[in-house]
């Protein structure tokens, strides 16, 4: 599979925080949400895959080592809600509240 983000995968990813990283991840989860509310399962499945690959860019990034385990199991929770039988009851108030918090500390500590 060729990647979605080549800049990001040819190294940019991995001088961002966990938190920044998270927060991009969680800007293609709320893309996927937007277009499956819309319909739009074509561009809901592109923003979702392109989810899955930023979240594989941070599972191998080493200095998430600590945290792979939260990582892994988001990632397998996400494919269940998007691809599968949803048997974790996820919804996405739950993924929206996830992934903004990242981006809220992504913000505060690049203080803008």
């Given at each position: 599979?060729?990647?979605?983000?080549?800049?990001?995968?040819?190294?940019?990813?991995?001088?961002?925080?966990?938190?920044?990283?998270?927060?991009?991840?969680g800007s293609e989860v709320e893309r996927t949400l937007?277009?499956?509310g819309k319909g739009n399962g074509e561009y809901a499945?592109?923003?979702?895959?392109?989810?899955?690959e930023l979240l594989d860019l941070t599972i191998v990034d080493v200095k998430n080592r600590r945290r792979l385990r939260e990582i892994v199991r988001t990632r397998e929770a996400l494919v269940d809600f998007f691809?599968?039988?949803?048997?974790y009851r996820s919804n996405e108030?739950?993924?929206r509240n996830y992934f903004q918090a990242f981006a809220y500390a992504?913000?505060?500590?690049?203080?803008?």
């Open positions: 599979m060729s990647a979605l983000h080549r800049e990001l995968a040819a190294g940019r990813w991995y001088a961002l925080s966990f938190c920044e990283q998270m927060a991009n991840v937007q277009w499956n499945q592109r923003a979702f895959e392109r989810a899955l691809a599968f039988g949803n048997e108030a739950i993924w992504a913000r505060l500590r690049s203080g803008k």
